[in-house]
């Protein structure tokens, strides 16, 4: 017999496989609701199922009911999003090298890849090493994920 945690997983697949963009937006308290559990339940089958090493992207929203919007990502998508999140520190060069390869790839602008390598040089962020590619890494995971959710790709 399948878990509850299963059966949850199972119901949010199949919500995605019917949506047209790959996306949907949920709530955590009707998804609850319908499986007789509490929300931290639904929480924790996100967390832990719904992962970009899996394929999918989770965001939270503040307000509004308490929305989660759950994003199921092509292959490049995915192996990005997983290479992005293993990424702790990184220098000048390999950031521009992934900046390229996702402009190359049609997921962002040129002029979102010219902003992005702007701030990400080593005049702008004066640190000393080996902070300044711990803080290049959060700053370009910030900035991808951002105009990735502004295009639905995560």
Do not use: W
């Not at 399948?2 to 047209?20: G, M, N, T, V, W």
């Not at 949907?24 to 639904?42: K, L, N």
């Not at 292959?75 to 290479?83: D, K, N, V, Y």
């Not at 996702?102 to 602008?109: K, Q």
């Amino acid at each position: 017999m399948a878990s509850i945690a299963d059966e949850i997983e199972a119901y949010i697949r199949h919500l995605i496989q019917k949506s047209p963009d790959g996306a949907i937006v949920i709530q955590r308290t009707e998804v609850a609701e319908r499986f007789d559990c509490v929300p931290s339940q639904i929480s924790y089958v996100l967390m832990t199922r719904f992962t970009p090493d899996r394929g999918y992207v989770v965001e939270g929203r503040r307000g509004g009911g308490g929305n989660i919007r759950v994003v199921k990502l092509d292959a490049e998508q995915q192996e990005l999003a997983g290479l992005l999140q293993e990424i702790e520190a990184i220098d000048q060069a390999r950031a521009f090298g992934l900046i390229v390869r996702v402009l190359e790839a049609g997921m962002i602008s040129e002029r979102e890849a010219g902003v992005m390598q702007s701030a990400l040089k080593r005049d702008v962020l004066q640190i000393e090493l080996p902070e300044r590619d711990r803080v290049r890494a959060r700053l370009l995971r910030a900035m991808l994920t951002a105009a990735f959710e502004g295009k639905g790709a995560f």
